[in-house]
Each structure stands twice: as C-alpha cells, then as structure tokens.
C-alpha cells in the first residue's frame, strides 16, 4: 500500500481567442496595435512536492520530491477580426527542454464559423477539450478514461486543420478535422520503434479523421477549446457525440491495424437556491484490431459536485466525488475514485483543492494518493 502527498501544485493557463476557450478566466496581458489587433502573453506552470511512501529507489523507504511538472509560455494575437492566430510551449516531461503544444492560424471567416491549420487540441471529447485546468478547479484530467488527452499526439495537440462552427441558433457546436495522427499511443506502448508502435511496418500513410457534434440544450457553449464545469456561472445540459479513425493507426513489429475510437459525453449544471449542482459523465470505446490490448476497451468515468454560493472568506466551497474505468481487452482492469473538495477564491484563476484518491489495477497493489493542490492564471 502506497500514501503520496501531493502538497504544492501550482497550475497556470492562459487561453486567448474567440472560440477558444471559457469565458471564466480572464487570465491575459493584452497589448491593442489598433481596431481588432492585439498581441496577448501569458506563462504557466504547475510544480509540486510529493511524498511517497515506499516511493524510493530501493522500494523500502519514504520519497519527497519537489518537481517542476509543467513550464508554459503563451502567445496569441489577431491582425484583424478575420485573421488569429496562437502559440503555446510546454516543458517537455523530465526535463527542461521546451516543445510547442499549439501553434496555431485560426481564419475566422465569419463569426460562426473558421478554419483552423497547424497543430492545436483535435475535435475529441469534453475531457480532452478542457484539459486539466478548465475542469473543477484543481487540475484534474480523466487520464484513464480520455486516453488521447495524455497518450495522443502532443498532450492531445495533432498537426492538421480543421473546420470550427455553430448552428441553430449557436446551439450546435461542430468541428471536424484531418490530422497527422503518428502518436496516438505516445505513451503508452512508444512511438516510432522506441517501444512496441512500430510505424515503419504499416502498409499505408494515413491520416486521422476527427469530429465532433454537441447540443446544448440550456445555456449556450460556444467556445471550441471548452470546460468540463462552469463552478455556478450557467445552467448547463449539453449532450456531445465525438469520433475519430485512422487507417493503419495501429502498428507493431509484427501486427497493424486500423484504430478508431468513439465518446458520448454528457454535463449537467442547474443553479439551486443555495449553490449549484453539476454531473459530467462520458463512455468511451477504442479499437486497436487487436494489435494493443492494453489500448483496446471500454471506458467510462461520472462525477458529481456542488459549488456553495456563499462565500468563506475569499472563496466558495465545492466538494465533489469522481470514478473512473478503462477496462482493457488484456483483461487488466484499472479503476480509481477521488472524493475532494475545492476552495474556488476566483474561478478557475485561483483555486486550492484537497482530495483523496483510490486507485486499483488489475494485478498491481492498490495505491491510496493524497493530493493538496493550487491553481492560479495569470
């Protein structure tokens, strides 16, 4: 049995054009060169301290780390109100090099409807979409459930272009993409010969097709790069649908095969007299034609909070309880429930969060995780 303590994290982001991001965080330093002209500059970062129990080299004593987890620089600007564009870097893993997770023209042909080209988050699910800090509040990403958020490409960024839209009364929010597709399992099983994936053995090159349709039903969304929870600020009942496909997208040094992957997710929020109340719950399948049975399965994950309206001292309270379930066709389940609290001081700009954490796989010692985080934007 395992304890960590997860005692410092520090998460800053920044999101910066038209049907980006949520309007919860203002996080920005703009400069205006003239009528719709703009450059905008941001950093992040999230560091943290952890403690593990028997988390050490030789398996027997207690580790403590201080870690630079996440570094960022961003940048965003617009030449006119048709013409946008962003540049986002990240630290890449354990080290300190830098890699750029968006770089990005967005053409906003109308204020419906644009085209975006060069390498930003693919038309996915509401997980991958929010990332890890447009969802409660403390820096929580379903990284079992939503495996191309974390496994794919650049943490979930592709090279393509895409089309990015409303309809019916900027009811319906659609994107569809073609994309290059060469990291789906990044992580998990290695990439380009370095682990099991095997590119070189497939018999074509092609690309990654991606899209995704959501409704809302109450209160409008229509940002495209989204949020998993609105902490109070709407009424929320949003039903999304999403897919993506690549031919050959499964390779090993003996096997290939197509991938494809499908996800229907749901969030609800309603205001209440006292706060309000909210559930995310989503189903994902993935298809590896049996070349990855640890990538191949069912998967599933459902939360639930409530944000108190009062405020105590600077901030709301907003406890809430979460599961996840990837059950893989290798016959290895890995299950995990969180049941935390949030202190939301301003949105998703500056939030503290504890949180209890029960993880279970198939085979391997169950792991009781104890986190305390912080969340800032600047």
């Known amino acids: 049995m395992k304890t960590r303590l997860n005692s410092l994290t520090c998460a800053v982001a920044l999101a910066s054009s038209a049907m980006v991001a949520p309007?919860?965080?203002?996080?920005?330093?703009?400069?205006?060169?003239?009528?719709?002209?703009?450059?905008?500059?941001?950093?992040?970062?999230?560091?943290?301290?952890?403690?593990?129990?028997?988390?050490?080299?030789?398996g027997s004593d207690d580790s403590n780390d201080f870690t630079l987890n996440h570094g960022r620089l961003y940048l965003a600007g617009a030449l006119n109100k048709y013409i946008k564009g962003m540049l986002n870097t990240e630290k890449s893993g354990g080290n300190d090099n830098f890699q750029v997770i968006d770089a990005v023209g967005i053409f906003q042909l109308t204020p419906d409807f644009s085209i975006w080209a060069g390498r930003f988050l693919s038309p996915s699910s509401r997980a991958n979409l929010a990332g890890p800090f447009f969802t409660s509040g403390d820096g929580y990403w379903a990284d079992i459930t939503a495996r191309y958020g974390w496994n794919g490409g650049v943490i979930g960024r592709d090279d393509g272009v895409a089309v990015v839209g409303l309809a019916l009364d900027q009811r319906?929010?659609?994107?569809?993409?073609?994309?290059?597709?060469?990291?789906?399992?990044?992580?998990?099983?290695?990439?380009?010969?370095?682990?099991?994936e095997d590119r070189s053995n497939a018999d074509?090159?092609?690309?990654m097709y991606a899209g995704r349709l959501q409704y809302s039903f109450w209160d409008k969304e229509t940002g495209y790069y989204g949020t998993g929870n609105y902490l109070g600020a709407k009424d929320i009942f949003t039903i999304g649908v999403a897919a993506r496909?690549?031919?050959?997208?499964?390779?090993?040094?003996?096997?290939?095969?197509?991938?494809?992957?499908?996800?229907?997710?749901?969030?609800?929020?309603?205001?209440?007299?006292?706060?309000?109340?909210?559930?995310e719950a989503a189903y994902f399948d993935y298809d590896t034609d049996d070349v990855f049975l640890s990538e191949q399965g069912d998967a599933y994950y459902a939360s639930a909070g409530f944000i108190f309206k009062e405020k105590v001292g600077w901030g709301q309270f907003m406890p809430f309880v979460r599961y996840q379930?990837?059950?893989?066709?290798?016959?290895?389940?890995?299950?995990?429930?969180?049941?935390?609290?949030?202190?939301i001081m301003d949105g998703y700009n500056a939030s503290v969060t504890a949180v209890y954490k029960d993880l279970e796989v198939d085979g391997s010692d169950d792991a009781d995780i104890f986190d305390v985080s912080v969340q800032l934007q600047f």
């Open 325 to 343: 379930n990837f059950d893989a066709d290798n016959d290895v389940e890995t299950k995990r429930t969180d049941f935390g609290v949030n202190y």
């Open 204 to 207: 074509d090159d092609d690309l």
């Open 172 to 196: 319906l929010n659609y994107s569809f993409g073609v994309f290059e597709g060469k990291d789906i399992f990044r992580f998990s099983v290695g990439t380009d010969g370095s682990g099991l």
């Open 245 to 279: 496909e690549k031919g050959d997208g499964a390779a090993s040094a003996t096997d290939v095969g197509d991938y494809s992957q499908w996800t229907v997710d749901l969030l609800l929020e309603k205001q209440l007299g006292a706060g309000a109340a909210s559930f």
């Open 23 to 58: 309007a919860i965080s203002q996080a920005a330093g703009t400069i205006t060169f003239g009528e719709d002209q703009y450059v905008s500059v941001g950093f992040g970062l999230i560091g943290s301290y952890n403690y593990t129990e028997d988390g050490f080299n030789n």
